[in-house]
């Protein structure tokens, strides 16, 4: 699975956009980039995935360039219901076994 | 509907003890894993399992076992716990285990050590 790398921790202000980005140097071919969101004492929760260009939901948006050696988050307008920890994950879109592997993730803490 | 939920919230153990967490999925999912979250780091896989069977099994001592019953709940196993065994333990459960990322978690059991 490919190693991911992201910064350990970002401060927003309400109403700014957050971009969080994820280098993945060494993902493969078959592999999606995958976002999960985790606030205090829950579960993370699946935000968004892709594999090139850009993918956008009613959560977020996701860009990916050519290369995808790296891929960007963004969180439109957050709220302080925005902080969180944003995990980026890479791997085929159904790894055998189902075993996700998470890194540290990043800390989002988004101030009034 | 009911999402994934997990029993006790919290739990508070002796070294040595042994311990026995417990997860529901989602009606209708027969895949449910386990992860191990220690503060301030990602959650860690353990174990998978689908159709009562064991799917998969991460880096984790013969302490921690797990099995899945016919209706298909689950329940991991921890024998004579350590500190390093303090957590946040996290089920989730999905279709099938070729769902890829399509998992859903629960909130998790807050396991202390002491």
């Known amino acids: 699975l490919a190693k991911t790398t992201q910064p350990i921790s970002m401060d927003s202000y309400e109403g700014q956009e957050v971009n969080i980005t994820c280098s993945h140097n060494?993902?493969?071919?078959?592999?999606?980039i995958t976002w999960y969101q985790q606030f205090p004492s829950q579960g993370p929760r699946f935000i968004i995935q892709g594999y090139k260009t850009k993918v956008t939901n009613e959560v977020a948006s996701l860009f990916i360039p050519a290369d995808r050696k790296s891929s960007t988050l963004s969180l439109p307008r957050v709220s302080l219901s925005d902080t969180a920890v944003y995990y980026c994950l890479v791997g085929p879109p159904k790894a055998a076994g189902n075993k996700l592997t998470f890194g540290g993730g990043t800390r989002v803490l988004v101030k009034p | 509907d009911a999402g994934v939920t997990q029993s006790p919230t919290h739990l508070i153990k002796t070294r040595g003890q042994h311990v026995t967490l417990r997860c529901s999925p989602i009606?209708?999912?027969?895949?449910v894993s386990w992860y191990q979250q220690v503060l301030g780091q990602g959650p860690q896989f353990i174990f998978q399992y689908y159709e009562k069977e064991e799917r998969g099994r991460g880096n984790f001592p013969d302490r921690f076992s797990a099995r899945q019953f016919p209706n298909y709940s689950s329940e991991l196993n921890v024998n004579a716990l350590l500190l390093g065994d303090s957590a946040l333990y996290l089920c989730?459960?999905?279709?099938?285990?070729?769902?890829?990322?399509?998992?859903?978690f629960g909130s998790g059991t807050r396991l202390t050590v002491v």
């Open positions: 009606s209708g999912h027969k895949s």
């Open positions: 989730a459960s999905s279709l099938d285990p070729g769902q890829g990322y399509g998992y859903t």
């Open positions: 060494n993902i493969a071919t078959n592999d999606y």
